[in-house]
């Protein structure tokens, strides 16, 4: 009897979501996408309801600047086990429960204000929700870069996109809809199960295997030997110095002694610049063409919504058929189609047809490009300081939203929308050139350390 044939390479990128790993990380992601949205929409919302101020409610948001500046403690995560617990579930793990159970205590605490009369202690406890949330992210990110292997990052990519969408939704419109049974105390009680989920599935799935310790303990080790060698520093300060040297300086010096280091940064700077100027200025312009909420709502929500859905899931596939650097071009292709069919969009007017197609495909692209970033960012770490490059790179990435984009509604004055998305659209092409500039050098995406680790295991 003849062999079977093997699936078409399109159809491998599809396939093998539901393998135990990949739903693991679903549920990590679950667990990390469910206290932004709990604080960030939620919390606002019911702090409205209450009535408290427009101004109050908006300070709330300056308490999630842990999210922005977390990078500062991933070197402690990376480097720092903390005592009892990791000796018995390992580093990570032990990170990972100790920030979920300071998840728990602030939400529990967030749900058991009162916005009339605590309103300062919601904001205590909104703080500790967002600083324990983060550093939970930073966690999450390294366990899932660290237990799959290269080849699975983008459909593990793709995956914690899903779960953080899910999470998203439940504790958005979810805990909206429990609150008019229960009332929001037992909502954001009930919302703090969630955390179990994430936690479940990293006892299920183990202390990753690639976890990689080794090249750091020697940063430390040489750091200490030149200390003994050139001063006369005793040893105890020594021994410190050593160490803060091989936890804060030493995953920067590796990073930046990589080839073309400085170009990778700045194309993770840059790459998504044009399509993060086009996002920022999206209700704008829908509510200037004069589209109702319903046509808003149905574009955005339903269309928006399946097709973000679908090219999560294309992008994940995207890396594993076409390899990074393939899907990244790609990717940034498609994000300039998007801002030329706003333009479209802008010169056509309240079309509510020509409305769902862009942001339709406006979702989708965005949906294969997240898949596909996440996973190239998460090519990019050494496995002996995962934490510490990926809680960087990724900060840096998202600088092209918070800041470079910020002057984006004075384009638009200046040239008006469809000349505002055409420029959007040429403004990727700087990206999508450094990236075929490291194409032909050959570069990596995968560091050398990374990838002995992974051949090992």
């Excluded at 939400?107 to 309103?119: M, Q, W």
């Excluded at 703080?127 to 459909?155: C, H, K, M, N």
């Excluded at 609150?179 to 299920?204: E, P």
């Excluded at 047809?353 to 898949?371: D, K, P, Q, R, Y």
Aim: net charge positive; aromatic share 10%.
């Amino acid at each position: 009897m003849p062999a079977p044939r093997p699936a078409p390479r399109w159809l491998a990128g599809l396939t093998g979501y539901l393998r135990p790993r990949l739903i693991g990380v679903f549920c990590l992601g679950l667990s990390s996408g469910f206290p932004l949205t709990l604080i960030l929409a939620t919390l606002t919302y019911w702090l409205s309801k209450e009535g408290v101020s427009k101004g109050e409610v908006g300070l709330f948001s300056a308490l999630l600047i842990p999210y922005s500046l977390k990078f500062l403690w991933a070197p402690m995560i990376d480097r720092v086990p903390l005592p009892w617990l990791a000796k018995r579930v390992g580093q990570r793990r032990a990170w990972l429960f100790a920030t979920q159970a300071l998840l728990v205590l602030a939400i529990l605490g967030l749900g058991s204000g009162d916005p009339a009369h605590d309103l300062g202690l919601m904001a205590v406890c909104a703080f500790a929700v967002a600083l324990a949330s983060a550093s939970q992210d930073i966690v999450i990110d390294a366990f899932r870069i660290e237990t799959l292997a290269l080849d699975d990052q983008g459909q593990g990519a793709a995956m914690l996109i899903f779960g953080y969408r899910t999470g998203n939704l439940i504790a958005g419109a979810g805990a909206v809809a429990l609150q008019i049974a229960v009332g929001w105390q037992v909502t954001y009680y009930a919302m703090a199960l969630l955390v179990l989920v994430g936690a479940g599935a990293a006892w299920a799935l183990g202390e990753p295997a690639r976890h990689d310790t080794h090249e750091a303990d020697a940063a430390e080790g040489r750091a200490r030997a030149w200390l003994a060698r050139r001063t006369d520093t005793p040893r105890r300060q020594a021994r410190v110095m050593a160490w803060l040297y091989a936890t804060v300086v030493a995953p920067f010096q590796e990073f930046l002694a990589r080839p073309y280091a400085w170009a990778i940064l700045a194309f993770v700077l840059i790459y998504k610049l044009g399509d993060a100027m086009g996002q920022v200025m999206l209700s704008p312009l829908v509510v200037e063409l004069g589209f109702s909420d319903a046509d808003y709502i149905w574009a955005n929500k339903l269309v928006g919504f399946w097709a973000l859905l679908l090219g999560t899931a294309l992008g994940g596939g995207a890396v594993k058929v076409l390899g990074l650097f393939r899907a990244l071009l790609v990717t940034g292709v498609l994000m300039m189609v998007t801002n030329l069919l706003f333009a479209v969009l802008a010169l056509a007017g309240d079309v509510p047809a020509m409305l769902a197609v862009a942001v339709g495909f406006e979702n989708f692209a965005t949906g294969i490009g997240l898949s596909v970033f996440v996973a190239y960012l998460s090519g990019l770490c050494n496995l002996a300081y995962t934490a510490t490059h990926y809680a960087l790179l990724s900060a840096l990435a998202t600088t092209a939203r918070n800041f470079l984009a910020a002057p984006s509604g004075y384009l638009v004055e200046a040239v008006g929308w469809p000349a505002f998305y055409v420029i959007t659209t040429v403004v990727a092409l700087p990206g999508l050139g450094l990236l075929i500039w490291l194409w032909r050098r050959g570069l990596q995406v995968e560091p050398e350390a990374s990838r002995s680790q992974s051949a090992a295991t």
